[in-house]
C-alpha cells in the first residue's frame, strides 16, 4: 500500500492504493494456482481544507461601518479578519486606535495602532498611524480583560433591545475570529445606555479599564507628541475637529 497527496486540491484529497493478491493456495496433486495480481483504488476527501473560509456569526452587523473600515484596514495594512489563520483573533477600534490580539503557536501577540486623521480645509487629509508591539504582560492583561468582560460574546448594537443607532458620538467595533468563523460588531455611544442596558455598561467598563492600561497611555501619549497636523479629527469617522494652538 502506498499514498498520494494531491496537494493542490482543495479540500485535500489523499489516494490510498493497495497491492492485492489472489490465487495463491495449492492442493495436493496438483501444479502451483497461477497468482493474480489486481489493485484497488481507495479516495477520501478531509472535511478541512488549508485556507477554510470562515463563517460569519449571525450576531454580525454588516450594513454599513465593515464597507466604511475595510478602506480604512487597508489604509494601515490590516489583515482581513476573514483571512487570519489562528485559533483566537481578536480587534478592537475605538477611533484612535486598534487594538489586536492574536494566537499563534499557543503564544499570545498583542499589538495597537494608533492612527490620527488629518483636517485640511473642512476635509479630510493624510492619515498618520503607528503600530506597536505590545509587551507580553500587557498583552496579558487585555487578554484577561476581554475575557471577563465577555466582550467577544456581546451581539451587535442592533441586535440589543433598546440599543438605537446615531450619527454622532463615538462607534465601537469589535472583531473576532477563531478557526472557523468570523464576526464584526459595532456600538453606538455606549455611554448614552450604560444606566439602561446591561451591555452598554458592560462595553462602557472595558473601554474606561483598556484606557487605563499604563502603556497603552504611555503608547498614546508619545504619538501625540509626534503627531504632524495642526487640524485633526478628534476620532476617525467623527466629526469633532481639534486644531493646535501655537
Not at 501444479?31 to 477554510?52: D, E, I, M, N, Y
Not at 474606561?208 to 485633526?232: A, H, T, V, Y
Amino acid at each position: 500500500m502506498f499514498l498520494l497527496w494531491c496537494g493542490d486540491v482543495s479540500p485535500k484529497v489523499y489516494i490510498f492504493v493497495q497491492r492485492l493478491v489472489s490465487g495463491t493456495g495449492r492442493s495436493f496433486g496438483s501444479a502451483p494456482q497461477q497468482k493474480h495480481k489486481r489493485c484497488s483504488l481507495l479516495t477520501f476527501t478531509t472535511l478541512t481544507a488549508v485556507g477554510q473560509v470562515k463563517v460569519l456569526t449571525t450576531d454580525s452587523d454588516t450594513v454599513f461601518w465593515v464597507k466604511y473600515y475595510k478602506t480604512l484596514r487597508s489604509e494601515i495594512r490590516l489583515e482581513p479578519t476573514d483571512k487570519i489563520q489562528s485559533d483566537f483573533y481578536f480587534r478592537f477600534w475605538d477611533g484612535r486606535k486598534v487594538i489586536e490580539l492574536k494566537r499563534v503557536d499557543k503564544k499570545l501577540q498583542g499589538t495597537v495602532t494608533f492612527l490620527l486623521r488629518q483636517c485640511k480645509k473642512n476635509k479630510e487629509g493624510r492619515l498618520y498611524f503607528k503600530k506597536t508591539v505590545l509587551t507580553d504582560r500587557t498583552t496579558q492583561i487585555i487578554f484577561d480583560l476581554v475575557t471577563k468582560e465577555n466582550i467577544i460574546n456581546l451581539p451587535s448594537d442592533k441586535y440589543i433591545k433598546g440599543w438605537d443607532g446615531g450619527l454622532d458620538g463615538i462607534t465601537y467595533l469589535v472583531e473576532h475570529a477563531d478557526s472557523d468563523s468570523y464576526s464584526f460588531k459595532n456600538y453606538w455611544t455606549p455611554t448614552y445606555y450604560q444606566d439602561k442596558l446591561t451591555e452598554a455598561k458592560q462595553l462602557v467598563d472595558f473601554v474606561d479599564k483598556l484606557n487605563n492600561i499604563d502603556e497603552l497611555k504611555i503608547l498614546g501619549k508619545k504619538f501625540m507628541d509626534r503627531q504632524p497636523f495642526s487640524s485633526w479629527y478628534g476620532s476617525i469617522g467623527g466629526g469633532t475637529i481639534v486644531s493646535k494652538i501655537y
